[in-house]
């Protein structure tokens, strides 16, 4: 199993941490969805990552996705249960995912368009909808001491740590630190944890 492209994608560190809490080994290539466009569509012309090649030769697309299938292939599952946590679980993974596809969204914004071509309400809009997902993210942390559900490190704790560094990372401008104690000591907890120092943020 080989795993495609940068851990500065929170997508690609979801996968690869998953990964190591599963117990599962796997190849790891870091290719740019810009720098190397046409190598990249030469090994899936969809572009994007994580791009994930099984052992048998197909390949995978999105980071639930590929969670899912390395579930099924540790045979265990990183998600709680039963109900309400599952669902609870869900929804904090949810709000993650959104702060994550905003902050890139953001990066593409600003970053990949010329400054003539940037179109200011569409960056406030994505700035509104970045800054309500990290709410949604620190109210279900908590003050960030304990993991969401019980002893374990799971999907929600995982994703909800890796999209806040990234955030942190990417855009310390857009998310002020001091406005979410609880994700700060939280993302610090995570980032101590051996799958996560395994797995740096290039
Ligand atoms: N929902 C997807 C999002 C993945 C994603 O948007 N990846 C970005 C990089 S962080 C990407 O491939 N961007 C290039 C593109 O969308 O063309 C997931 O969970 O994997």
Request: charged fraction near 25%; glycine fraction near 6%; include cysteine.
């Amino acid at each position: 199993m080989e795993l495609i492209g940068y851990m500065d994608s929170p997508f690609v560190r979801r996968v690869a941490i998953s990964a190591r809490f599963l117990g599962l080994p796997y190849e790891h290539r870091e290719l740019s969805i810009f720098r190397d466009f046409d190598e990249f569509r030469a090994i899936n012309p969809l572009v994007k990552v994580p791009t994930f090649v099984c052992d048998d030769g197909q390949i995978l697309v999105d980071s639930t996705l590929i969670t899912v299938y390395l579930e099924s292939v540790a045979g265990k599952s990183l998600m709680p249960t039963t109900e309400p946590d599952y669902i609870r679980a869900l929804n904090i993974i949810g709000a993650s995912l959104v702060a994550m596809e905003k902050a890139a969204q953001l990066i593409y914004e600003t970053k990949q368009r010329p400054e003539s071509a940037q179109h200011q309400p569409w960056i406030d809009r994505l700035e509104t909808q970045l800054s309500g997902a990290l709410g949604l993210m620190e109210r279900a942390v908590g003050d960030g001491s304990a993991w969401l559900f019980g002893d374990e490190v799971g999907q929600a704790d995982l994703t909800a740590a890796i999209g806040w560094r990234f955030v942190q990372h990417a855009m310390s401008d857009r998310a002020n630190a001091d406005d979410y104690p609880g994700l700060v000591e939280f993302s610090a907890r995570a980032e101590k944890l051996d799958e996560f120092v395994a797995c740096p943020l290039s």
